[in-house]
C-alpha cells in the first residue's frame, strides 16, 4: 500500500460539492504534481485530509497513511501526523507567519511539537534548519518578525517550519504563486534539493503545468472536484488523453519551433453548486457530443500508469486491456 | 522611539488647542453668560459690571488669546457662580468620578473581553446568540433607559438598593453596573469580531497545520493578533474614565466631574466648562498615548514604523 492513499474523498461546503471523489496515492518519496484552475479543489484536497477545513464542511471518503484511516480521526491521533508526518506550507507565506512572533520561535514551536527540543538545543535547530533553506545569517534572523523579510525568505522560513517535524511528506500549496518569477525558481530548486537529501515525499499544488512538470515525476490533473487525468509527467506531454488536459498544455507558450498563438480553454469552471449532469467539463469542451452530457465518466486506463476520465480517451498502450466499444458505457457513471 | 513619542506629544498638543478652541467658540455663541447668570431682568449697569469683571467687554480675539495665555500659566480663572479656582472645584469632583467608572473599567475588561472570545470560538452556538442579543442590547438601549430601568428594578420594586446620592457604598453599585454593561457589550462585540478576523487568518491555519492544539493556537497564536484592534476600543475607555459618566452620574445624581459639566453648562459658568473640556480633552489625549505605546509592545510592525518615523 502506498504512502498515503486518498480513496473516494468528497468534500460539500453546505449544498455545493467542492470535490467529488477523489482517488490519488502519494508513494514514499515520490513527487507529484497536482495541477488545475483555481477553485478545483487542489487545496482542499489535502486540508480536508489533514482535518483543517472548518466545521461547515462535510467530508467523506478515507485517507489511509500507513494503512490506518486518518479522515475524520480524533485530535489527538491528527495532530502528531499534521506537521509531523505530513507538512504543509500554504501560498502567501507573509499572510501564513504570525505577524507578532519572531520566525525563531514560530519555527522552534514545531520542534518542540514534534521532536520534543527546548532552550538552546532548539534554537540550535532552528538556526541549522535556517540555513538549510538558505536564509543568509540565520544567527540574527532568527529574530526578525516575518514583516521584516521578503516574500521568499518567508517562504523559506515556511519551509523551515515544515521540515522541523521531519516530515516524510511535505504538501506545496502553490508555494511559489505569490513570489515573483526569479525567486519563484529559487524555491523550486530548493524543494528538489530538499527532498533529494531528505528522500521525503512531495504534493506540489499549482495551477502551472510547467513548474510542476520540472519538479514532478507523475501529475494528477484536476478538473471540478475530481481527478480528470493521471500519468508520469512525460506521458502528460506526450499523450495526453483529456481535452482539459490538452488545453492547459496549448495554454503553455512553447520555447522552441514556430511562434503560434496560445490557445485558452473558453468559459470558466463550473460553480460548485450548478454542476452540469454528465462530464463537468463538457460545456468547454470542442468534442464534447450528446453522450458526455448523459455520463459521467470514471477513469479509464489509457496505459500502464495512466488514466483519463473521458469517453473519448483512447488507450496507447497494447497490453492495457481495451474496453473500448461497449466499454464507452462499462465506465460511465451516472452523477450522484 | 522617543522621536516617535514626541511626534504623538506634539500632535497631542495640537489636538488640545483645537478642542479649547473650539469650546471657546461654542460657549460664546451659544449665549450670554452675563444675562444667563444675573438674570435677564437684572439692571443693565450690573450687567456691565459683570461683563467688565470677567473681560467679556473685550473683543472676541482677545479674550481668546487671554484665555490661551491664562491655560499656558496654568491660571483657569474662576467660576464664575461662586468665585473658587476653577482648578480646585474640578478636582474636587474627580474622586467621585473615578469611584465609578474606574470599577465600571474593570467590569467592561473582565465581562466583555471573555465574552467576545468565548462567543468568536462559538460561533452561531447558543451561547454566542446570547452574548451577540447582550451586546447589541447593551449598545442599542441609551444609558440612561437602562440607568431608570435598574432604578425601576432594584430600587422601587424591589428596594435593595438606593437609586440616588453618595451616602455609601451601595449607592455606586446601580452606576457601576449601567456603565459596566453598556461598556461590556461594546467591548464584547469588538473582541468577537476581532476574533472572527484573526481565526480566518492564514497564519492560523498554519498553526493548526503545523499540529498545535487548537488551544494552542487560539492562546498563543489568536489572542494577540486579535487584541490589536481591541486595544483601540480600550483606549476610548480608558479616555473615558473622567468624561464618561456625565448621563449616569445626572441619573443618580453622583457629585461627579459629569454632573458639574452638566450644571456648569447650563449655568453658562465658562470657566468651569472650559476646565472640564480641557480636563477630558487631556485625558482622552494622554489615552491614545497609552495606547500607541501598547500598540507597540502587542504589534512588532508598529516598531517598525517608530523605528522608520526616527530614520
Given amino acids: 500500500m502506498a504512502f498515503v492513499e486518498i480513496e473516494n474523498l468528497s468534500v460539500a461546503f453546505g449544498r455545493s460539492m467542492a470535490l467529488r471523489g477523489i482517488n490519488l496515492s502519494v508513494e514514499r518519496g515520490e513527487a507529484v504534481g497536482l495541477v488545475g484552475e483555481s477553485g478545483c479543489g487542489k487545496s482542499v484536497t489535502w486540508l480536508a485530509a489533514l482535518g483543517l477545513l472548518p466545521a461547515s464542511a462535510t467530508v467523506r471518503g478515507s485517507v489511509w497513511l500507513d494503512g490506518k484511516d486518518i479522515l475524520g480521526a480524533p485530535k489527538a491521533r491528527l495532530e502528531p501526523v499534521r506537521g509531523g508526518r505530513i507538512a504543509m506550507i500554504f501560498q502567501d507565506p507573509a499572510a501564513s507567519l504570525n505577524p507578532v512572533h519572531r520566525i525563531g520561535r514560530q519555527i522552534g514551536e514545531a520542534l518542540t511539537l514534534h521532536r520534543g527540543m527546548t532552550g538552546e538545543r532548539a534554537k540550535a535547530e532552528v538556526i541549522r534548519l535556517m540555513d538549510q533553506v538558505g536564509i543568509p545569517d540565520a544567527r540574527n534572523r532568527i529574530n526578525a518578525y516575518p514583516h521584516e523579510l521578503s516574500g521568499g525568505q518567508n517562504q523559506r522560513v515556511m519551509i523551515a517550519m515544515a521540515l522541523a517535524g521531519e516530515p516524510e511528506l511535505l504538501v506545496a500549496d502553490e508555494p511559489t504563486t505569490a513570489l515573483d518569477v526569479t525567486i519563484q525558481a529559487q524555491i523550486l530548486d530548493l524543494l528538489t534539493t530538499l527532498r533529494r537529501d531528505t528522500g521525503m515525499a512531495m504534493v506540489l499544488i499549482s495551477h502551472d503545468l510547467g513548474v510542476v512538470s520540472e519538479t514532478c515525476s507523475r501529475i494528477a490533473v484536476m478538473y471540478a472536484g475530481r481527478i480528470v487525468e493521471e500519468a508520469p509527467s512525460g506521458q502528460i506531454f506526450s499523450h495526453p488523453g483529456h481535452p482539459y488536459t490538452r488545453g492547459l498544455l496549448g495554454s503553455l507558450p512553447p520555447l522552441t519551433g514556430p511562434r503560434r498563438r496560445l490557445v485558452a480553454i473558453p468559459g470558466s469552471v463550473p460553480e460548485a453548486a450548478r454542476m452540469p449532469s454528465g462530464c463537468a467539463f463538457a460545456p468547454r469542451c470542442d468534442l464534447s457530443t450528446e453522450l458526455c452530457a448523459q455520463v459521467d465518466p470514471a477513469p479509464l486506463p489509457l496505459a500502464d500508469d495512466h488514466s483519463a476520465a473521458c469517453v473519448f480517451a483512447k488507450p496507447y498502450q497494447r497490453n492495457v486491456h481495451p474496453v473500448a466499444g461497449e466499454g464507452a458505457f462499462a465506465r460511465e457513471r451516472v452523477l450522484q | ?311
Fill in chain 2, 1 to 311: 522611539m522617543l522621536q516617535y513619542l514626541l511626534s504623538r506629544l506634539l500632535r497631542a498638543a495640537v489636538s488640545i488647542v483645537m478642542v479649547v478652541t473650539f469650546v471657546f467658540v461654542v460657549l460664546r455663541m451659544s449665549g450670554d453668560p452675563a444675562t444667563v447668570i444675573m438674570g435677564a431682568d437684572a439692571p443693565p449697569e450690573a450687567i456691565d459690571a459683570f461683563r467688565k469683571a470677567w473681560g467679556l467687554d473685550q473683543p472676541l480675539w482677545v479674550q481668546y488669546f487671554a484665555f490661551f495665555e491664562a491655560v499656558f500659566s496654568g491660571e483657569l480663572g474662576r467660576s464664575m457662580r461662586d468665585g473658587r479656582d476653577v482648578v480646585a472645584v474640578v478636582l474636587e469632583r474627580v474622586p467621585s468620578t473615578l469611584a465609578l467608572t474606574i470599577p465600571a473599567f474593570f467590569v467592561n475588561i473582565a465581562v466583555g473581553i471573555p465574552a467576545g472570545v468565548y462567543a468568536a470560538l462559538h460561533r452561531n452556538s447558543l451561547i454566542d446568540r446570547c452574548v451577540m442579543v447582550m451586546a447589541v442590547t447593551g449598545f442599542a438601549v441609551p444609558s440612561f433607559i437602562l440607568a431608570m430601568l435598574l432604578v425601576l428594578i432594584f430600587s422601587v420594586t424591589l428596594g435593595w438598593l438606593p437609586s440616588a446620592g453618595q451616602d455609601s457604598w451601595r449607592n455606586a453599585i446601580l452606576p457601576i453596573a449601567t456603565m459596566g454593561f453598556g461598556g461590556a457589550a461594546l467591548l464584547a462585540r469588538f473582541t468577537r469580531s476581532a476574533m472572527l478576523e484573526v481565526l480566518g487568518q492564514s497564519y492560523i491555519r498554519t498553526a493548526s497545520a503545523k499540529g498545535l492544539p487548537w488551544s494552542a493556537v487560539v492562546w498563543r497564536h489568536a489572542l494577540q493578533n486579535a487584541a490589536i484592534p481591541t486595544i483601540t476600543i480600550i483606549g476610548f475607555m480608558l479616555g473615558g474614565l473622567v468624561a464618561g459618566a456625565v448621563v449616569v452620574e445626572s441619573v443618580f445624581s453622583w457629585p461627579g466631574v459629569g454632573r458639574l459639566l452638566v450644571v456648569s453648562v447650563a449655568n453658562r459658568d465658562l470657566a468651569v466648562v472650559q476646565a472640564v473640556v480641557l480636563m477630558i480633552a487631556m485625558t482622552m489625549v494622554a489615552a491614545n498615548m497609552v495606547v500607541d505605546v501598547l500598540y507597540g509592545l502587542v504589534d512588532p510592525r508598529m516598531q517598525g514604523q517608530a523605528r522608520a518615523a526616527r530614520r
